[in-house]
């Protein structure tokens, strides 16, 4: 059983720039972030392997977001900055604790949860 506790959310004006953690209670291997919008769908945002050698980001993201992890801490970064105000989303964390070989970037693959946490873009 691992858990996942998300931080950094918040408020930001737009062109602002945010940064996310996520804590693990234990070993992982992709992690990886996803939003859900009010009234939309959650989406996946980027993932990262277990060393950080590959990651995958959106296109809606790319350029703008920066995953990181720090693997001594059990901690997953995303850095956020040029924000828009349709970045505005609840933010989740997510660790996938049984697959090794690959990087994860569909949901239903992520065996672990964060909570979430608010991010508001004004504009």
């Known amino acids: 059983q691992v858990q996942l506790v998300e931080s950094g959310g918040g408020l930001v004006q737009a062109g602002g720039s945010l940064r996310l953690s996520c804590a693990a209670s234990?070993?992982?291997?992709?992690m990886g972030w996803f939003r859900q919008a009010p009234g939309k769908e959650r989406e996946f945002v980027v993932a990262?392997?277990?060393?950080?050698?590959?990651?995958y980001y959106a296109d809606s993201v790319k350029g703008r977001f920066t995953i990181s992890r720090d693997n001594a801490k059990n901690t997953v970064y995303l850095q956020m900055n040029s924000v828009k105000p349709e970045d505005t989303a609840v933010y989740y964390c997510?660790?996938?604790?049984?697959?090794?070989?690959?990087?994860?970037?569909?949901?239903?693959?992520?065996?672990?949860w964060g909570q979430g946490t608010q991010v508001t873009v004004s504009s």
């Open positions: 997510a660790a996938d604790t049984k697959n090794s070989m690959v990087l994860t970037t569909h949901s239903l693959l992520y065996d672990y």
């Open positions: 234990g070993r992982t291997f992709s």
């Open positions: 990262i392997s277990r060393s950080g050698g590959r990651t």
